[in-house]
């Protein structure tokens, strides 16, 4: 295990600021070791983070955190945050049920100044932090940092759109990782950052404009002079252009250059923009061969970065490899398809299909909004677009979902992951919204597979549907029955009766078919396999009411505007008046932890569900004898 003498006695980023200067540059040692240990038994975020430590430590070092506003965009870099302003001893406790997050938290922390976990936030956060320093007139700086990904987002360029027409006191730190530049072009783009940053260029600056706006053409061919030159060596002019001062790029990773130049900016005013560097994954070799296979990771040998361990769940394929392998099928059958993703690639289980049909594939970058509108144009023009993204991002996007594919009845398959509980990603990215949002648009079909079998007959029925389709499945895996080969449709809003008992029916949709097929076996109730959240299988429920004495509805999704209501609507609209027990996910924000943990604690377990049948029964009794 290794030792970290300077490590251990910050406690806080006050600890932080009474290291010498020359001490920085081992503690970004000891705090990049810490992290791939720490990481390595956790699981989580990695690779961004190890990018990020000197960034970090900088920052920390340089501002009066937490009086000054530190905002992180996203998260995943923000782990050696964590462990400099506090929480090194909780890391072991990182997104487990009762520990702390994986992404920053308000009531976690002061010094996580706003909880993120969706990108492209940071700036426009951020800014409305230094326009409320502004107004209380009080002195405080406030840094937004975001990532190179993050910029892809057209909310990132709505706030500086927006901050650069205004004088408030702003820094954006660009954190770009996916650029490299030579040791030579980095030598001197580090050296031009601390001369454009410092006083004496920012004085003669001022003073030039003063002198030369006497003569207007003078000033015009200065300004355009600089713009040019700066244009030659340093990809600012975007951002000038925008409104703000630009500096960079500056290598990262050099941590004399980052607290020199942070240091100029911070007496700066008005809208500052600094242009960072660095590596995904620095300083542990399998991490930087494969950023991308250590972005999210499970727990691994600290040593060798293999995994310890197959995530828990199931032999077969996880229902995003289903997709993937449905898709790419699909895709040979009709050369209609585009699969389309807003930078969601690995996690949606595109590689495979953007490799074999590149020319079908689109990455759009952080960009929710665009996919969709994106996959409504193409569908305009006889495409078939599938669209791949996790529920918690479609959320992002709902009004183009509405008002560009809904009213116009296109037929686009949204095929969304991550639907409910996520376990240790937390509220940010759980999808426990999703059958609620959908089933009260128009046009739309929204199904929920009960295994991976199903899954991808679904997903066949929804290509093939000539409208706006949906099918929703969870992370992970399955109950285990592996999909035939083929592309075989399902009938549209017909549900399928599992089981027949007595008294009870459990009505269940998606994940929940597996848990209430076994407390239907344990109470002797009746388990219906739903399949179709719109349309309802309005025939089986009429009928199931007229020979059960009680309905449990069971969902991986919130209970209110959920698949338990619209049955309730169907009865309600037939003059059926049922004993009914709705089981899904609280009228609340479910934490992060282990995910069946989670179900388990929200009722939704075969234990949970049996205990329901049960309950109802006695209910049942009660009134029966008391009528009696």
């Known amino acids: 295990m290794p030792e970290f003498p300077l490590l251990e006695h ?20 000891e705090l990049r070791a810490f992290l791939i240990q720490s990481v390595s038994q956790t699981g989580g975020h990695l690779a961004s983070g190890l990018g990020t430590v000197e960034l970090t430590i900088a920052l920390h070092y340089v501002f009066n955190t937490p009086h000054d506003r530190l905002v ?12 400099l302003t506090g929480r090194r001893d909780r890391m072991d406790t990182m997104r487990k049920q009762g520990g702390i997050a994986g992404f920053p938290k308000r009531d976690e922390s002061p010094y996580d100044t706003f909880g993120v976990g969706h990108s492209s936030t940071s700036i426009s956060a951020a800014l409305g932090m230094a326009l409320a320093t ?44 996916d650029m490299s ?29 003063k002198v030369l706006s006497t003569i207007p053409s003078m000033w015009e061919l200065a300004k355009r002079a600089e713009e040019h030159m700066k244009g030659m060596v340093i990809p600012g002019t975007l951002f000038e252009e925008l409104g703000f001062n630009y500096i960079g790029p500056v290598d990262g990773h050099d941590l004399d250059t980052l607290t020199k130049t942070l240091g100029n900016l911070k007496s700066l005013k008005g809208p500052q923009f600094l242009h960072v560097v660095t590596k995904k994954g620095k300083g542990f070799a399998p991490a930087e061969e494969n950023p991308c296979a250590f972005h999210g990771v499970g727990s691994y040998d600290p040593d060798t970065g293999e995994p310890l361990s197959r995530p828990a769940g199931g032999s077969g394929p996880t229902y995003t490899q289903v997709f993937g392998d449905w898709i790419c099928d699909m895709a040979a059958s009709d050369p209609h398809l ?64 509405i008002h560009d594919v809904a ?123 739903m399949r179709f959240v719109k349309p309802l299988d309005e025939a089986l429920i009429l009928q199931l009411a ?60 075969a234990t949970g569900i049996r205990a329901a049948v049960e309950a109802l029964r006695g209910n049942n009794l009660a009134r029966s004898h008391a009528i009696t």
């Open 10 to 29: 910050i406690n806080d980023a006050n600890d932080l600021r009474q290291l010498a200067p020359d001490q920085l540059a081992p503690l970004a040692d």
């Open 72 to 83: 992180w965009d996203v998260g995943h870099q923000s782990y050696p945050h964590k462990i």
């Open 134 to 177: 502004q107004q209380a007139d009080e002195e405080r700086e406030v840094v937004a940092v975001i990532g190179d990904g993050a910029m892809t987002a057209g909310m990132a360029f709505e706030a500086l759109n927006h901050a650069g027409a205004l004088d408030a006191n702003l820094l954006v730190v660009l954190n770009d990782n």
């Open 181 to 209: 530049i030579s040791a030579n072009v980095g030598g001197l783009s580090n050296y031009l950052a601390r001369i454009l940053s410092g006083k004496l260029y920012l004085t003669a600056r001022e003073g030039s404009k």
């Open 338 to 401: 585009i699969g389309i993703t807003p930078a969601m690639r690995e996690g949606s289980g595109l590689v495979r299909f953007s490799e074999e049909y590149a020319d079908r594939y689109q990455d759009v970058g952080i960009a929710e909004q665009h996919a969709v509108t994106l996959a409504a144009g193409m569908a305009c023009e006889g495409l078939k677009p599938v669209v791949a993204i996790y529920s918690t991002f479609l959320q992002r996007a709902y009004d183009q979902l």
């Open 407 to 529: 009213i116009q009845n296109l037929p686009i398959l949204f095929a969304i992951d991550r639907a409910g509980l996520v376990g240790a990603d937390g509220p940010t990215h759980a999808g426990n919204l999703d059958l609620s949002f959908l089933r009260c648009i128009p046009n739309m079909l929204v199904m929920a597979p009960a295994d991976e079998a199903e899954c991808r007959q679904m997903l066949s029925t929804g290509f093939r549907h000539n409208g706006p389709a949906a099918v929703r499945y969870p992370r992970g895996f399955g109950p285990g029955i592996i999909p035939a080969q083929d592309l075989d449709t399902l009938p549209i809003g017909q549900a399928e009766l599992r089981r027949e008992g007595a008294g009870v029916a459990i009505l269940a949709f998606g994940s929940m078919v597996s848990p209430a097929e076994q407390a239907g076996r344990e109470s002797d109730a009746t388990v219906v396999n």
């Open 546 to 605: 007229k020979t059960h004495d009680a309905f449990v509805t069971v969902e991986e999704n919130v209970i209110a505007g959920g698949a338990g209501s619209a049955v309730s609507e169907c009865l309600a609209a037939h003059g059926i008046n049922l004993p009914m027990t709705h089981l899904g996910l609280p009228d609340r924000f479910v934490e992060h932890g282990n995910h069946q943990q989670l179900l388990s604690a929200c009722g939704l377990d």
